[in-house]
């Protein structure tokens, strides 16, 4: 598990990953100018200058969307959760952290189902405790949303919607090691069960993602191409 620094110029372009259907981040257009063309472009490495992390114990985590929302225990083909909420709901950082990727445009094309695309509008962040936040499905969001930007937990990242491969409305919201920051949108779409955080966080409980998702990357790694089928 990495602990990143915050860039002080980190680059443009971040994503989110999808749910109703293997979930996916869509290619990346700069957030200030979204055009149709897709682009990538990675963070800036982190500067040794930013704050240090603070560590696992000490980060505060909140509830991802505001106001009423309902979330089940599983997940289709693997671990994410499902975050019901209507369309237009403030969906905020559950922690504190810096902006990895966002897709603030819908590319998603059901005639090719591109599972980088899946997730339509999405944001993606690195937490200040080493874990790799990502919600997707947004009908629009945050105009100071962008890479390299800090947020704080419970800071808005835009609203609850169905763009990308989604029937209803709902955040999908995945939890996974950094890896490669930018552009694995395998991993980022979510490697464990968030639902027994959500439970915590929900009643203002303190609980740590940081021990799973370590475990988790030390059993499986961080790989490199999607998983086929993906």
């Known amino acids: 598990m990495r602990f990143p620094l915050v860039a002080a110029g980190l680059a443009t372009a971040l994503t989110l990953a999808a749910c109703s259907g293997p979930t996916a981040g869509p290619a990346f257009v700069p957030a200030a100018a979204p055009t149709a063309v897709p682009s990538t472009t990675p963070a800036a490495s982190p500067s040794p200058s930013a704050a240090a992390s603070p560590s696992a114990a000490a980060t505060h985590h909140v509830f991802p969307v505001l106001g009423k929302s309902s979330y089940g225990r599983t997940h289709h083909d693997y671990q994410a959760t499902d975050v019901m909420a209507p369309c237009g709901a403030t969906v905020v950082a559950v922690t504190d952290g810096v902006v990895l990727e966002i897709s603030p445009v819908d590319l998603y094309d059901p005639k090719t189902d591109d599972g980088a695309l899946r997730g339509g509008k999405s944001v993606s962040l690195l937490g200040d405790d ?65 639902w027994r955080y959500l439970d915590a966080w929900r009643k203002g409980a303190v609980k740590s993602p940081v021990t799973e998702i370590d475990t988790w990357e030390r059993k499986n790694g961080c790989s490199t191409k999607p998983p086929k089928g993906a």
């Open 130 to 194: 080493g874990v790799r936040y990502y919600g997707s499905h947004f009908s629009a969001i945050d105009g100071k949303i962008r890479a390299g930007v800090r947020v704080k937990a419970g800071q808005p990242l835009g609203k609850v919607g169905r763009t990308g491969l989604a029937s209803a409305c709902h955040l999908h919201f995945g939890m996974s090691p950094e890896c490669a920051s930018t552009g694995d949108w395998w991993i980022r779409r979510g490697v464990i069960w968030p």
